[in-house]
């Protein structure tokens, strides 16, 4: 079945567009996130490290012109098909910029939001109950080893829920799974307030997830 791009979640917008590459406001102000990520964080974050891989990405596909055509997703897929002198450069900064895209999209000001009633059956069938999934989530996050991201994903079709750790820029194969939520661990997503403390970073991440967006995603992937 296909669906209208409009219908689709924002991530999967990111995922569709074709060069040259451009960076999206964020959907809700620097300062939106406060306390658990501060502005200062959000806007070096976003307008500095977010933009560069936009810019990197670009200035790699400048010198393909054959590749041009190809979506974000279609380049993060298909990196065999990508010249070798710039493939490391689409892998990390294309990824890069799919996944913050994707990082952006998953928060919400703070509301003591909660996963939607399919969702949160899905995830006490799976995990136990909402805490232990957060506390595996968590686990997960605070013993990746340097930089990277946790995700949690479902099938598609069948749902079944995952924790999915990915180095560096690793991106989900979105055609298999549906991407609900996403952390970012590298440092500079949490250095200037919590240092060295990646643990309450991870923890003040539980404030400001979107579980209404989580859960649209997850009740869209039944679908395929
Ligand atoms: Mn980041």
Redesign the pocket.
Known sequence: MSVPSSQLPPTAEVAQQTYPFALADLPYAYDALEPHIDQKTLQI?HRG??ATYVKKLNEALAKAPQMQGFTLAQLLTRLDEVPAEIRTAVKNNGG?HL??DF?WNCLAPPTNQSPGEELAQAINAQFGSFDGFRKQFSAVAEQHFASGWVALACERGSRKLEIVDLKDHEVLDENSRAGLLII?I?E??YYVKYQNRRPEFIQAFWNIVDWEHASEIFSQAANR
């Open positions: 974050h490290h977010h890069g996944n913050h990082f970012d590298w500079h997503a």
